[in-house]
Antibody, heavy 119, light 110 residues
Framework: EVHLVQSGAEVKKPGESLRLSCMTS????????VGWVRQMPGKGLEWMGI????????QYNPSFQGQVTISADKSISIAYVQWSSLKASDSAMYYC????????????WGQGTLVTVSS | QSVLTQPPSVSAAPGQKVTISCSGS????????VSWYQQLPGTAPKLLIY???KRPSGIPDRFSGSKSGTSATLGITGLQTGDEADYYC???????????FGGGTKLAVL
């Protein structure tokens, strides 16, 4: 059974750095795309980007490129998204997702990680 | 503003049928597979339909999907109060090279 288990909720101050993790199991981590979707409070879903751990190929949404870094450690089947300097506007729920192909959309979702950025 | 357009809300009585539309373009729905997701209050989205009209294992056949041209439709029959949720369509956009979602449709089962 496919599982995507995300790290816990975070409360940060503007300017701080952050890394979220997504522990995966139940599928071959190096044969699928894993990525992140943002949902701001009361809003819809935004596709941030995906990584193919098999060769570290990454596809970013231009709206998020330069704002976040997506990475993966294939030795432990964990994907990450990180920020070097958070803004209040980064406050949102972030979902880890799996995709069966690069030009597809998610099939499995993690439980979500709530990030709150406030001074 | 979302690349895919959905109605903000739909409603129907228990036991009835409802459809939710999702309108895109030739670069999105017109040339790519559509998925549909159900997001119950306070939970993560769950895949309901993939590849336009296929249901994952465990999804009841009350849920159906179809696609025609640059639009897609989710149908739900035999509505139950437990179906009250936000529903999202999603697809790849070949021009933007990103995954895109509709703005979501809130279903009320009155």
């Amino acid at each position: 059974e496919v599982h995507l288990v995300q790290s816990g909720a975070e409360v940060k101050k503007p300017g701080e750095s952050l890394r979220l993790s997504c522990m995966t199991s139940g599928f071959s981590f190096t044969s699928y795309w894993v990525g992140w979707v943002r949902q701001m409070p009361g809003k819809g879903l935004e596709w941030m980007g995906i990584i193919y751990p098999g060769d570290s190929d990454i596809q970013y949404n231009p709206s998020f490129q330069g704002q976040v870094t997506i990475s993966a450690d294939k030795s432990i089947s964990i994907a990450y998204v990180q920020w070097s300097s958070l803004k209040a506007s980064d406050s949102a729920m972030y979902y880890c997702v799996r995709q069966s192909g690069r030009k597809l959309v998610p099939d499995y979702w993690g439980q979500g990680t709530l990030v709150t950025v406030s001074s | 503003q979302s690349v895919l357009t959905q109605p903000p809300s739909v409603s129907a009585a228990p036991g009835q049928k409802v459809t939710i539309s999702c309108s895109g373009s030739s670069s999105s729905i017109g040339n790519n597979y559509v998925s549909w997701y159900q997001q119950l209050p306070g939970t993560a989205p769950k895949l309901l339909i993939y590849d336009n009209d296929k249901r994952p294992s465990g999804i009841p056949d009350r849920f159906s999907g179809s696609k025609s041209g640059t639009s897609a439709t989710l149908g739900i029959t035999g509505l139950q109060t437990g179906d009250e949720a936000d529903y999202y369509c999603g697809t790849w956009d070949s021009s933007l090279s990103v995954g895109v979602f509709g703005g979501g449709t809130k279903l009320a089962v009155l």
